[in-house]
């Protein structure tokens, strides 16, 4: 090979200085959110969407295309929000769902870049407020993956609005195509974009997050998310006090921090003996529209605070002569900007003319300490009133404060309720489907199709066959394992899908088969409302699960899920948990118990004798075999008599975590000895 000469050596080295300098030159942000990154490239392919179309494609990009949509509905909810001047959507629910009607140009892609502007509050971040992976669910129905697109760091949550570079792998499925680009030939469900539920691209469990712009790309179409993903710090402001809590009763005389305003458009009136005969108050009322409150010398924090999730609580006259009235949480500030945001207006409470005082709660997250039309005071949620005004005898607000506040995870309005309704035992407690007995009491087989295909037929040992539900399994359908089974709640038995989460005790009858030993189910995925009122899945680990003896009998497993929202997954028009198995686990009877928290039947569980038996069995001299039903923390006691005070912890028995335990007894012990499971 012949030597290069000296001018071609002096060129290559001189591109060499050049690639360095560009490297050494590149920018790294943070970058302002009014216009894209200048590190993108314009001549790549880039499919984008931006709320109010306040960002156009960047000057000379030939290749970028406005062709995304931010879906809205259902589980992918958004709502308009205004945060530091700029307008942009927040998810309300788990999902965000970004649509490309021309998904097909990613068909080859191998990587996928997806660009975010996101504001920098709590929801970038996990619930333990530490950084917490992003997933993105790729594919349709149903061939899907949900890759870790990158995490954001503490940093991020700054208040401000902030570019942020995800970067997906988009993988080959078995039949060939990629998971983005392409449709498997078995595709179901709204796939018309190539993804579920009418997406693309759908970021998991993000509720709360607020988005401004979504942009898709090949990998580097944006930069690295090294240059990205950097962070502005926060404004400085005095750290949140060690305060949650204010409130004024008008009916008592006292306050602690909280003032009725009465200027503007929010006029207002105190006045003597309001009320039912023998329980008459003071109370406030509107003279117009709106109620609002000041909370004075910053008790709870500054506009420069970050914002808070606030519960609002109030005691209201149900008059009868105000009969269809409604009122609750309006408007309040988002930032210390001016944003302003809305509480949804069908949250709202409506008399229904009882003549009882009524005390009730709502939750509203994202609230900035700034206030609505509060002048130098600070504020919470406004109050807006329809058909007319209604009396107020006591306002109480709490902020629920998180992270490591030293006030985190308290709730000075824990007894307020959201529903008032649950404390005054109208809605039903108990719910039973029982196949062998042909009973369909508020609980009835759910929805078969999609992955969770379900099977009726008779089960059992040969003296005690029974009409029973299983999961299809393995049934052939191409993509579909089928190991869920799924009841619907009927005549919205248990109440209303409004309630707050509530304490359900489930009890499940089946056939303990000998040829599925060692097999196990549980109710595994569920909705919950969070505190800050929105609401995620939840799942309940395999450890509590219920594992098969192979005893040959119908024996019942018992659980409780502390905090379900009766939405359900994958079920309408109620559900609870959906249960997961690995075996074709034949089920006959289901019952569903609400244990509620207060009312006339607070703490009644109607399924208490359902619950968990101690089993002994001799496995040999000093060994005693126990077994109970998983995940409900039970711990061991014995005791040489059924006396009530003679009870002891068994040394050395764990907690209760899996289905069956061995204990080492000590040299002589005998089976004779009592033993008992207790909470």
């Known amino acids: 090979m012949p030597t290069p000469s000296l001018p071609a050596r002096a060129a290559g080295l001189l591109a060499v200085v050049v690639t360095l300098a560009s490297r050494l030159s590149a920018q790294n942000g943070p970058f302002p959110p009014d216009a894209w990154p200048p590190t993108v490239n314009g001549a790549a392919t880039v499919h984008f969407a931006v709320v109010g179309n306040a960002l156009e494609a960047p000057a000379g990009a030939t290749n970028w295309t406005s062709t995304l949509q931010i879906l809205t509905g259902g589980d992918q909810q958004t709502a308009p929000v205004a945060l530091d001047g700029l307008e942009g959507v927040r998810a309300t629910q788990a999902y965000l769902n970004i649509a490309d009607p021309e998904y097909t140009a990613w068909a080859e892609e191998a990587e996928i870049d997806i660009l975010l502007q996101v504001y920098g509050d709590a929801a970038v971040l996990g619930g333990n407020g530490a950084p917490r992976n992003f997933n993105f669910l790729l594919g349709a129905l149903p061939a ?151 909370i004075t010398n910053n008790y709870l924090g500054q506009p420069c605070n970050a914002p808070v999730t606030m519960k609002l609580c ?248 502390p905090d379900v929202k009766f939405i359900g997954v994958n079920q309408a028009p109620q559900a609870a948990a959906r249960f997961v198995v690995d075996g074709k686990i034949a089920i006959s009877r289901v019952r569903y118990a609400v244990i509620r928290e207060c009312g006339p039947r607070a703490g009644v569980n109607a399924l208490e004798s359902a619950k968990p038996t101690l089993h002994l069995d001799r496995t040999g001299p000093g060994t005693l075999r126990f077994r109970w039903i998983a995940g409900q923390n039970w711990r061991l006691e014995s005791s040489d008599s059924l006396a009530p005070d003679t009870w002891q912890p068994v040394d050395g028995a764990p907690v209760v975590e899996t289905f069956e335990n061995v204990l080492e007894l000590p040299a002589g012990e005998t089976v004779a000895r009592f033993y008992r499971l207790v909470k």
């Open 314 to 561: 109030v005691e209201y006259f149900d008059d009868p002569a105000a009969i269809g009235r409604s009122f609750g949480p309006e408007a309040f500030a988002t930032d210390a900007a001016g944003g302003v945001g809305f509480a949804p207006a069908e949250s709202r409470a409506t008399l229904a003319g009882t003549g009882r005082w009524i005390r009730q709660s709502w939750v509203v997250p994202g609230v900035n300490l700034k206030g609505i039309n509060t002048g130098s005071l600070t504020g919470g949620v406004r109050l807006a009133f329809t058909g007319g005004p209604v009396s107020l005898s006591r306002f109480d607000l709490a902020v629920l404060r998180d992270g490591a506040h030293p006030l985190a995870g308290q709730d000075p309005l824990a007894n307020c309720y959201r529903d008032p309704a649950v404390c005054d035992g109208v809605y039903g407690d108990y719910a039973e489907m029982d196949l062998a007995q042909g009973v369909s009491d508020g609980l009835a087989p759910g929805t078969s199709g999609g992955d969770q295909q379900m099977i009726q037929e008779e089960a059992g040992p040969p003296e005690d066959r029974r009409s029973a539900i299983r999961a299809a399994l393995d049934d052939g359908t191409p993509g579909f394992n089928h190991n869920y089974l799924n009841f619907a709640i009927t005549d919205t038995r248990l109440g209303p899908s409004t309630q707050p989460n509530a304490r359900l005790a489930v009890c499940v009858t089946y056939y303990d088969d000998p040829a599925l030993s060692g097999r196990s189910f549980r109710p595994e995925v569920y909705i919950r409302e969070n505190p800050n009122g929105s609401t995620s899945f939840a799942f309940r680990p395999a450890s509590q699960g219920t594992t098969l003896q192979g005893s040959g009998r119908w024996l019942d497993s018992y659980f409780e899920i």
């Open 144 to 294: 899907l993956t949900a890759p870790v697109g990158g995490q954001i760091p503490l940093e991020g949550r700054n208040f401000k609005w902030n570019w942020v570079l995800f970067r997906v792998p988009n993988n080959v499925r078995g039949d060939g195509g990629r998971f983005v680009g392409t449709l498997p030939p078995d595709a179901i469900g709204a796939s018309q974009n190539g993804g579920v539920n009418g997406g693309t691209i759908r970021l998991e469990n993000v509720a709360n997050l607020a988005v401004r712009a979504v942009a898709f790309g090949p990998a580097g179409a944006f930069g690295e998310p090294a240059e990205i993903n950097q962070f502005a710090p926060p404004d400085a402001c005095d750290p949140e006090p060690s305060t949650n809590y204010v409130f004024l009763d008008f009916a008592a005389g006292t306050n602690q921090e909280l003032t009725l305003l009465s200027d503007g458009d929010q006029t207002a009136t105190v006045e003597m003996d309001i009320g039912p005969a023998g329980r008459k108050r003071t109370a406030a009322r509107p003279l117009g529209t709106f109620l609002n409150f000041g």
